[in-house]
């Protein structure tokens, strides 16, 4: 109705309702160093094919006078009502795509009232993103230390900004090999560009020899050093379950029996994911897992789901398969790139605006009633 009231007065949105055009669009404007970090994926690109297809091999099957014009989106989570399935995914750097950054992400998503999953690998501070995100909803995603001290100090400055839920992201615990990354050398991260929850972190600065100010370097080089050749085990999940008193997610399930584990671990949630794309070449697209984790652990744990959602149907397909609410990747990073806050706020309405007409269309009020069987595969 908005685009329409605009057009009777001439003028046009400022970016395209296209959500599948956006990459093209973002392109345009992003250097190459950024639009090859945000759209890249592992070696030869083979999972983040197979995240499209798995969504293009599901079609919708409308049911028609069903009365589904009066529509409600609403969706609980962990006892807090949002008002529509949708999260936006953890990204880290994203000064890389627009000056103002994670805080632009912020306030788009609390002005709609959408969580917004900070990245350890964040470019401003965790209490800076707070501040930005006002009383809007805020998880924390994890990337975990193998130091106890600095993980105990992260999450405690998280839960003290008021992040509710963590999202603890184990596909990650090295970087896979990324071409479009690798050969630019990784330039963002040597520029330091990532690591502002690090290097504003008292624990991690204790460990330092010489300040972050003082030997950039040697900083950047100890922080990744917390990351990789990690020998974290299931086990362990009892410590972060002792320092977090909210609900823990584990990101990048991708086998029923890790998500059984997880439930068996006392998580609360998976989120079924292969990181777009980002880790395993050859990898199973991420919506031909989502059924059976669902069916083995959906009455146990909430399941979120991300890797390959570009629109509106896209989303209702993944909460037909089994999915809680979905995350929402690099569409929104895109309209970051393109036009910073407003540009978030874009893809987001667009999204939401899109999926409600596709649910209406298709029969449904809710997205609880959707089931397996408003699909078919084919
Ligand atoms: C990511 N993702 C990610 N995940 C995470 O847990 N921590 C992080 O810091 C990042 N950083 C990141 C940067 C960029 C540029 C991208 C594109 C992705 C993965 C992200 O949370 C999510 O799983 C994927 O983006 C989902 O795939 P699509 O929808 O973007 O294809």
Not at 204 to 219: I, V
Not at 251 to 280: L, P, T
Not at 312 to 318: Q, R
Request: proline letters at 6%; charged letters at 20%.
């Amino acid at each position: 109705n908005e685009i329409y009231l605009q057009g009777l007065a001439g003028t046009t949105p400022a970016f395209t309702t296209d959500l599948t055009a956006l990459e093209e669009a973002a392109k345009a404007v992003l250097t190459p160093e950024a639009f090859g970090y945000v759209a890249g994926s592992a070696g030869a690109g083979a999972t983040a094919r197979a995240n499209r297809e798995a969504f293009d091999r599901w079609k919708i099957v409308p049911r028609m006078l069903t009365d589904a014009t009066d529509r409600d989106l609403t969706t609980t989570l962990f006892d807090a009502e949002i008002p529509a399935p949708v999260l936006l995914a953890p990204v880290g750097v994203q000064s890389i795509v627009h000056p103002d950054a994670e805080l632009a992400t912020a306030r788009a998503a609390a002005g709609l009232g959408l969580p917004m999953i900070l990245s350890t690998a964040s470019s401003r501070t965790i209490e800076q993103v707070a501040e930005a995100s006002g009383d809007g909803p805020r998880w924390f995603q994890l990337y975990w230390p193998n130091d106890p001290d600095v993980c105990a100090s992260i999450l405690d400055r998280a839960r003290k900004a008021g992040f509710t839920a963590l999202v603890v992201t184990l596909d990650t615990w090295t970087l896979a090999w990324r071409p479009r990354d690798l050969d630019r050398s990784y330039l963002p991260f040597i520029r330091n560009e990532g690591t502002a929850i690090a290097m504003s972190d008292p624990a991690f600065r204790a460990r330092l020899q010489k300040t972050p100010e003082e030997d950039q370097p040697m900083a950047l080089l100890q922080w990744i050093g917390m990351f990789t050749g990690t020998d974290h085990s299931w086990s362990q999940l009892a410590v972060l379950r002792e320092l977090w008193d909210g609900p823990i997610l584990l990101k990048g399930i991708q086998h029923a029996d890790d998500a059984r584990r997880a439930a068996d671990a006392g998580m609360n949630g998976v989120v079924v994911s292969n990181h777009g794309g980002r880790q395993v070449d050859g990898a199973l697209g991420a919506l031909e897992a989502l059924p059976g984790i669902a069916q083995a652990v959906g009455d146990r744990l909430e399941v979120l789901f991300d890797s390959g959602v570009r629109n509106g149907s896209d989303l209702l397909k993944a909460l037909a398969l089994g999915a809680k609410a979905v995350l929402l990747g690099r569409p929104y990073v895109y309209g970051l790139g393109l036009g910073g806050e407003d540009g978030v706020r874009h893809v987001l309405r667009s999204l939401l605006a899109e999926f409600d007409l596709t649910l209406g269309l298709a029969g449904h009020r809710t997205p609880g009633e959707l089931t397996p069987e408003v699909l078919v595969r084919g």
